[in-house]
C-alpha cells in the first residue's frame, strides 16, 4: 500500500482514491483506443465521449435545466472575472452589481471596473470579510447588468447557506470552491461556474453553467477564445479542449453519481465532517478561535487561529508529523485552514478532530 497523507490543501486538492486509482489503470492506454487519454485528439470520438459523458453526469447531479448550456473552458476563474464582465455587461447594461463577501469577490470587482461601473451591492471588507449578508441588507438594482457574489469564500471560509436575494434578473456565481458539495436549483442562477481544482477535479479545466439567453450579449468584437458564444457554438471544442481534465471531472462526477450517491447524500456527509471541526473550536474555550460567523460558516473551508502565531505554527508542525498536511492558513489571513472537500474522507476529519483536542489538552 502506498502511503498517503491526509491532504487539506485548499486547491488544487484531494481527489477520490477509486478516481485516482482508475487514472493509473487506464493511463498507458484507455480501452477503446488503445492509447493515452494525454495522446489521443480532442475531436476523437472517444473524447467526445469521454465530455460529453461528464456533460451528463454534471447535468443529472445538479438537474440543470435544458435552457443552460455547459461550457468546459480553460484560464481558470481567474479568467471568469474578466469573461462574465466582457460577455454579460452589453451597450445598455454597462454596470454590474458585486457582493463582496471575501477576497476573491473583491479580485473579481477589480477586474470588471476595466468594462463596466461596478456598484457594491454589498461589501464585507470592513469588518474583515466574517459574514455574508441578509437579504435586506443587498442593495442591488433591477437596470444592472448582472449581480455577482461568490458562494463560497476559499479563503476566510465564509460560505452562502442559500442564494442571496437580488432586485436584478441575472444572478452570477462564483462556485469555485463549492460547486458540487450540495444540491443546486440552478434555475436561480444566470450563470455560475467553478474551476475544477478544488471540488470538482485537476487544475486546468473550469466549468461554466449559463442560461441560454445570455449567449446573445456575446458581442461580435470580443476576441474569439473569450467570448461565451464561440464556445457553446463550438461545443466546448473551439480550440483544443484540456482534455486530462475533462477525463478526470468525468470520472469525479461518476464517483458522485455512483459510489456517493447524488448530492442530498454528499451534502449530508459535507454537514458531517464540517461539524465535526466546528464543535471541537466552539468547545475550545477560547483556545481555537473561528474566522467567520457561526450562521455563514463553510462547509468547505474551516479557518480558525489559535491565541498566538507561534502556537498556530507549532500546531501546524505537529500535525503534519501526524501525516496531516496543508494546514497552514493563507498568507492574507494567517492561522489554520483545514478545506474538506467532497473528497476528505470522514476518517480523515475524525483523525484532525483528534489531533486538535489532543493538542488543546497538550498546551493548556
Ligand atoms: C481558487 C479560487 C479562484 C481562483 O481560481 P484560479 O483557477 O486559480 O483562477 C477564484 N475564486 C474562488 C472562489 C477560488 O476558490
Redesign the pocket.
Known sequence: MIQRTTNFS??PAVLPVPVLERVQRELLALPGPRASILEISHRSATFKEIMAAAETNLRQLLSIPDNYTVLFLQ???????SMVPMNLLDGPRAQADYIVT?S?GR??ATEARKFGDVRMAWDGSKANYVCTPADSQIDSSPSSGYTYF?S????EGVQFATEPATQNSTLVC????DLLHKPLDISQYGLIYA?A??NIGP?GV?IVIMRNDLLARSGDALPGYLSYKSHADGGSLFNTAPTFAIYVVRLVTDWLLNDIGGLEEMHALNKKKANMLYQVIDQSGGFYQGHAQADCRSLMNVVFRLTSDPLSAAFVKEAAEQNLAALVGHRSVGGIRASIYNAMPLEGVEALRDFMIQFRKKNT
Open positions: 485548499a486547491g484560464g481558470g476563474s481567474r479568467l471568469q472575472f471575501g476573491w479580485h473579481a461568490v463560497n469564500e476559499t479563503i462564483d462556485a469555485s470552491s474551476c481544482q478544488k487544475a473550469t
